[in-house]
């Protein structure tokens, strides 16, 4: 995309103002010249009035004017500091080339860049800049403009994400905060990031609701641990002073006398340490706010020069609403994988269809970027299909990561081969291995779900033909059978099961169901052990250019006579856990390739199939019902993740929370209480 650059320095003159443009990031001069100190607005149309300088400063930061005309002609005035003819016509010539380019679509044409250094000019309110006939250039779909800071210490350049974004929401307001109404905000938030199961992984932390321990402790362990790719906020700001830094406010309930907490940017740009966030989105107001001198950091200046690459912060107290409606909007466009100026567009533009002064609320939100726009956070979004085979799945987020762990191309060295989660029946095992792998299918990754649901009694020549999958396509994606590429093992199969040795030779690849391993048959002596070795000899084939995540799920009751007898794990010298999971568990690929088990198990059958025995040297995740006191929070994700398509408002929401919450009446309530709650909210629509 073409660039334009509006540079202003500071010089002899006064200001030394330069225009460049070029595509990309090679912009070449345009036009230049000098504008006295100090600053002269130019002449206004006859009939016509300009704000002065002092009122243009103000104009966002404080209150909304009488006169919303006056937001139309602070545009204009700030447009004729540009008045000499030189920058003007240059001007000129490239909006119109970038309309003439813009297309049918309106697509982005002509990037706007403000790079302008004087701190007295930089506390103008430049997004409300227009042309001679008023068009406003910052909430065009073809001109994203953002302002530039030149850090000392940029954000590095990063690869395209391959991983959900990871996304942390911090509520610093207190309940019923009727100046920010982060409800609102945090609503229009999670109905944009939560249907997005596989492209987001967010977290929500309301400093209200923290009830024992530090505070700024506890923010700070959340960003080292969770490492943001971005951070919002939504509550109260301070700008920075002679004799206090610019801050955030946190209410504080973790003591006696609950009260709000500044949390500065020296506490910010500590807790991000090493991991900065690419974007940080500020809902306070002089966040936008640049020091007015040398020595002075304004919040968006200190967080650039701690390797944040852009930050988002508002010029005045935008209003609740507001607020909501640009996240929204700008949230929607960023993970649909445009660049952070272009959704900034889409946020001034949800703005605009608020009811009250909603074209000076649009300029309020300033984008400052210390890297070019495309390179702040360039997603690769995970490609959904149609239907997916968890279409919604609310909290568990560390439970999620767990799993996740797994999927990815590459793992820890000291990451254990065999994860096992662990939980009564019917908390929700299940759903979480089917979403994670899911997850890691719709990422190029290899899977295979087995379930032995509905099985009786099997052995360990049946489990192994189990894992293996059958001849004919699975129900599911992430069923993926693997009997094509486990022809050596078919033909070893065979020739074992009619008492011979393996082959030497490649023969049909196929199997034969007819033929059953026990009593009676004419089975080879040793044949658990050799089919042991060619299962295993083929899981390192299949794994060779990629990882296998194997999935072994609702394995049975032993007692009962359903599912892998108990046998399969333990007996004899050679087993399951020995020749099998105990090689996986401590990835020895040469031996069994490189395969991720994953392994789901009530405490029951833990102890009937002896898990134990794989020792401490395995991952594990113990699944939990729900708290109760975040019931309101987990029904509204779940909520706005099954109906998306009709767009529940937080009212909708909250009545439908408050009418079924009476029914939770324990600690804590489990995924099928929940789906309950759905079905029961899915009855009242007309």
Known sequence: MRQLILRVTANAAGYGVELLAGEGQDAAPLAAADIPQPLLLGTPPAGDTWPTIDELRALLGGPAPNDQHLVMRAGRALASLLDPPVLTQALNKELKDAWQRRGSGGAPTLRIVFAIDPPELRSLPWELLRTPKGVSLATQPHTPTSRWYESAQPAPPMEPLTEPLRFLIVVGAEKGDQKVKWEEEVHDIVAVAAPRLHDVDFELLITHRVKQGGLVQALRE???????????????????????????????????????????????????????????????????????????????????????????????????????????GFYGSLLRGNPVDVSMIAGRSAIMGAPSAAERDSAMPALVTAVPPDEVLPLSTCPSPASLIVPWFADRREHRRTLRRPTQVKVEATDPGVLLVRGEASIGKTWLVKHALEGGMLRGRRVRYVSFDGRDTMNIIEVLRHIRGPKHQMSTAIEGSLYAEFGPFNDALVALLNGKAPPDKPGTGEDDPTLAYGEGQRAHADTIRLALDAFRRCLVAVTKNEPLV??????????????????????????????????????????????????????????????????????????????????????????????????????????????YQVFIKASSFTPHQLSRFGATVEESFP
């Open 550 to 659: 194997l999935a072994l799920d609702q394995l049975g009751d032993p007692k009962q006579g359903k599912g892998i007898s108990a046998g399969c794990f333990v007996d004899g010298p050679h087993s399951l856990i020995t020749d099998l999971l105990a090689p996986i568990r401590d990835r020895k690929s040469k031996l069994v390739g490189d395969v991720r088990c994953i392994i789901c198990a009530t405490p029951s059958q833990e102890n009937q199939f002896e898990l134990g025995r794989l020792g401490a040297n395995i991952a594990a995740c113990e699944i939990r019902p729900f708290p109760t006191e975040n019931f309101d929070l987990i029904a509204e994700e779940y909520l706005l993740q099954r109906f998306a398509m009709k767009q529940l408002s937080l009212t909708q929401i909250s009545e439908y929370v408050r009418g």
């Open 222 to 328: 959340q960003l080292q641990s969770f490492r943001p790719h971005v951070l919002h906020f939504i509550g109260h700001g301070r700008a920075a002073t002679s004799s206090a830094q610019a801050s955030l406010g946190l209410w504080d309930a973790t003591g006696a006398n609950p009260g709000m907490l500044p949390w500065t940017v020296n506490n910010i740009t500590n807790a991000i340490g090493v991991a900065p966030p690419r974007l940080v989105v500020v809902n306070a107001c002089h966040t936008a706010a640049f020091g007015t001198a040398s020595w002075l950091y304004g919040f968006t200046e200190a967080l650039l020069e701690a390797g944040v690459a852009a930050v988002v912060g508002m010029q005045g107290d935008i209003p609740g609403e507001s607020a909501a409606r640009f996240a929204s």
